[in-house]
DNA sequence: CCGGTCGGATACAGGAACGTATTCGATACA
DNA sequence: TGTATCGAATACGTTCCTGTATCCGACCGG
């Protein structure tokens, strides 16, 4: 039964995946190893190998694993809201993406690979993307409740995304600051009304 | 004459530092070494260790020399603006922070290190506070010849950097879309608009 | 119960980068 | 011009990491 083999291989494979995670947040990719990968996810290197072929390849593979998995949780998240309660629909989906430490530092990292490595910018730009377009049409809908026609959708989701980025930074960096993330909130709510006027009732 | 041996100092000091640019901009931070930057530069490791005492320490030598020089770039350029052009006056200041491809590679780089380094996180964190106050000022008062008053300041400062920071990112994925540089334009311009209210004639 | 295959462990050699201790040349000053 | 000093070059030993080639055990099908 093939599947059996692969299922180890699989397990391994994850467990190497996970200990990369870990390890990549606290060295940074470029100062990690191949052997402080192994050593954490408690492998030897001949595993690693037959894994992967290097560690960028790894990287990658779990650049995509995780932020597909974000993707899809952010999804579910946005499924179990309330459409009838549309300004705790707004903040339920602000609140959504979350503003993770380690994840940040790794996928700020992968980003300025991407952008150094012409086949992997258009990787990212695509998930960004499809970051957007999940998000968008909660936002459209709850706007929508509120009485609230969307101008411009592609604008908004844009905007959307790039308050979330850089607003994510500002918090992380002002820990202590409590007053950031109020700020970002706010900010999120005025980019919503900005891009978005009332429906006059026909 | 003291000053003259200095200056022999100073001078591979820089010629090491804008080295350190390229090869970090080309290979990423953690992936550079001390021995590619001094090839670059045209030294030896002598020279580099004569110098800094370690790539970590020339890192936020950069870092800091290059941000302080871009923070008096946005400053002048902004000295320059015509305050009686209101419109055209925004509209300068947000080209004076321009999306540098390299430049933006490195200060990812160098936010995710300071994230994970507690000691150079206040120092990124401060320096993103003088960039927000260098630039304040101007669209306060660029909106204030608009008959338009800022609510808080401090939100629409750090709201101008959050999005900034967060379009760069999506302009330098999707260069060939001139569309991300519109929306870019047109988001600055509605939070512009969303952080202030038409002045009242007193 | 037995051979075959698959996957991780082991072992090896090579190379790359580090940091230091020392040398050598150039520059400043008397 | 001679000399002291400063700064970059050289040379060294060491550590760490890589990638491959091989081995061994476990699980599979028969």
């Given at each position: 039964m093939a599947a059996t083999v692969t299922k180890r291989r699989a397990r391994t494979r994850q467990r190497l995946l996970d200990a990369a995670?870990?390890?990549?947040a606290d060295e940074g990719f470029g100062r990690s190893t191949v052997e402080q990968v192994c050593d954490r996810a408690g492998f030897t290197r001949g595993a690693f190998y037959s894994n992967f072929s290097s560690l960028d390849e790894l990287?990658?593979?779990?650049?995509e694993e995780r932020s597909a998995r974000m993707l899809d949780d952010v999804r579910d998240a946005l499924a179990g809201i309330d459409p009838d309660d549309p300004e705790a629909a707004v903040r339920a989906a602000i609140d959504a993406t979350p503003v993770d430490d380690a994840w940040y530092r790794i996928t700020a990292e992968f980003t300025a690979h991407a952008l150094r490595t012409p086949g992997l910018r258009r990787v990212v730009a695509a998930r960004e993307e499809a970051i957007r377009d999940a998000i968008l049409p909660v936002f459209v809908t709850a706007l929508g409740r509120l009485g609230r026609q969307v101008t411009d959708e592609r604008a908004l989701g844009d905007a959307l995304v790039a308050v979330h980025d850089?607003?994510?930074?500002?918090?992380?960096?002002?820990?202590?600051?409590e007053g950031a993330r109020t700020r970002r909130q706010a900010l999120f709510m005025n980019v919503l009304s900005a891009y978005s006027t009332p429906r006059e009732i026909s």
């Open positions: 995670l870990h390890v990549f990287f990658l593979a779990l650049w850089g607003t994510a930074v500002q918090v992380l960096l002002q820990p202590e600051d």
